[in-house]
């Protein structure tokens, strides 16, 4: 703390705290919550998944906001900045949910009962190449993914509220197309679900093995970025 | 001994960061750069990177959702 | 009267001191404690719903609302054309569970950020600032749909899913990161 302070009385321009006085936002926050809870009973009126639901976007949006957990920056900084913890905090990421899915599924198998989720196995098609590569520039451009959007809305800014807007339109867009995208292009892809070429452990481990080599060359990566 | 104020108030990540980094290669050793930032996350990237890169750093809470990064380039 | 309402704002403001409160509701998490945290709400979400977590396809649904709003119909489209998507539409957004988990976002955002006594109205500083806004927005909207998601539904969710598809989404979107990184540097900075 010492050392910290006098970097800020050296500097010879008059720090801003001291003209400005501080307000004390902890009240607005303590009745943030309270409506929170309020909308999460009336949810529970109407149905309980709605107030499930309700509960895990709240504890998204406070994991998301308290971390700055940025997928855009993960994906951005490695070639923009040199910087790569965000990267590896997604590998982390990554690695804990596939041991996570991978169990439940797993579990549902094992006991003969359809696999939950796997209408999130997605055919590989070219859709998906050219999709999520507009969705790459656009959320650089946007400052902003879908969940960051979303974040950003709740931190104040009018910017990540007109392009959550312009989202939406896009997606109605997306969605008036995909009829043409559905018939041409992704009907040709395939889903490939990794246990059903490797096994269960042959997926995991390899799933987890590239993870692994994805995080030691991203630490890599960052001492060769500061190193030039 | 120079010091430099970037006024990044109203910028979006990464641009805060992009900044001060072109920046801080333009100024000398010892020179002090404020980045003026209200953009959560540049709050955390900044510091992050400023001390990676090696210098001294120090993060202000000048108002709410406002903050001065103070970094004194050191090499 | 007075001297209450000076009492609750001398609590906050020994609340804003406390060690505790620093710590825990203040300061920011760690990346990768953000990470864990994020994995294991993941994991949850399979568990109790029976999906992974999605956000961008909920956007779909709130698109057609208002387009049904302002006099359109996309009932004839492909893609709202399952009767379970009908059913959804005819329901209305407040019956619609993904919507309330993205509104939910939203809220625990803002509660943290005021809890952390940290929210600041963000104003529009430029031209270019709209321009990117408008421009990222519809690149993302358009290419979720056609990829099947977005960050979360088809890479967050389809990597965990042991999903090829998840794996082939971060390869793209990482390409399409350097070329917005471009375009940002050149454009929009």
Known sequence: MAEQSSLASRRSSSSASRRK????????????????????????????????????????????????????????????????????????????????????????????????????????????????????????????????????????????????????????????????????????????????????????????????????????YEEKRKAQ | MNEVILDCLGEACPVPLVKAQNKIAEMNIGDILIVQIDHSCAMKNLPEWARKDGHNVEVEEVDDGEWEVIIEKLK | MENKAEKKVKFFDRVKNNDYYIKWIKSPFTYVAAAVLLAIFQIVTLAATGNPWGVSGVFAYWGAWIYEAVGGTVDKWFYFASPGAQATLDAGFMEHAGTWRNIGIIFGALAATFLASGFKIKKIKSKKQIVAAIIGGLMMGYGARIAAGCNIGALFSGIASLSLSGWVFAVAMFFGAVVGSKLLVKFFM
């Open chain 1, 21 to 220: 006085p501080k307000k004390n936002q902890i009240p607005i926050g303590v009745a943030l919550v309270i409506i929170i809870v309020a909308i999460g009973i009336y949810l529970g009126t109407k149905s309980g998944q709605l107030a499930l639901y309700w509960t895990l976007g709240i504890s998204f949006g406070v994991i998301l906001q308290k971390g700055r957990f940025c997928f855009t920056a993960s994906m951005r900084d490695p070639y923009l900045t040199g910087g790569t913890s965000l990267t590896r905090a997604v590998l982390i990421a990554f690695a804990i949910a596939t041991i996570g899915f991978a169990a439940i599924k797993y579990g549902y198998q094992s006991m003969g009962l359809p696999m939950p989720g796997m209408s999130y196995v997605a055919p590989v098609s070219l859709g998906t190449v050219f999709g999520a590569f507009i969705f790459g520039i656009g959320m650089v451009i946007a400052g902003g993914c879908a969940s960051g959007t979303l974040m950003r809305v709740g931190e104040g800014f009018h910017m990540q509220i007109l392009s959550l807007l312009f989202f939406i339109i896009g997606s109605l867009w997306g969605a008036h197309d995909f009829g043409w995208w559905k018939l041409n292009v992704i009907s040709k892809g395939k889903e490939v679900f990794l246990p059903d070429v490797f096994g269960w452990a042959g997926a995991l481990f390899v799933q987890l093995t590239i993870i692994v080599l994805l995080y030691i060359a991203a630490e890599k």
